[in-house]
């Protein structure tokens, strides 16, 4: 499998764990009697780590998409692959943390 696949496979599947984080809070908002959109909008540090995950994962597939172009056309593309790597280093890191803050907001809801 390539890499742009891998990264296309990945970007689909954040945004399949969002919505499903999403229709979560909405059947929680049934179950509770309450409005719909009560629960949408996140309450605690992990909801908008989400959130902010969402974006720099779009800017990361993005700035993939960039870089395949460039090189593609036959531009220099060594700045936007170091900095596609640099940004994928960074998301690694704050996809555990985040894992992480899950986990413990679990526990807490238990």
């Not at 280093?89 to 894992?99: C, G, N, P, Q, S």
């Amino acid at each position: 499998m390539s890499h742009q696949a891998t990264g296309d496979r990945m970007m689909a599947a954040v945004l399949g764990v969002i919505a499903l984080a999403f229709s979560a809070q909405l059947a929680r908002a049934q179950f509770d009697d309450v409005e719909a959109t009560a629960y949408l909008v996140p309450g605690h540090f992990h909801g908008w780590a989400g959130l902010l995950a969402l974006a720099m994962m779009l800017i990361l597939w993005r700035m993939g998409r960039k870089t395949r172009d460039l090189k593609a056309e036959g531009q220099s593309f060594a700045r936007s692959k170091k900095m596609h790597g640099r940004i994928s280093d960074v998301m690694m890191m704050l996809v555990f943390i985040h894992a992480f803050l899950g986990f413990l907001y679990l526990l807490q809801i238990l």
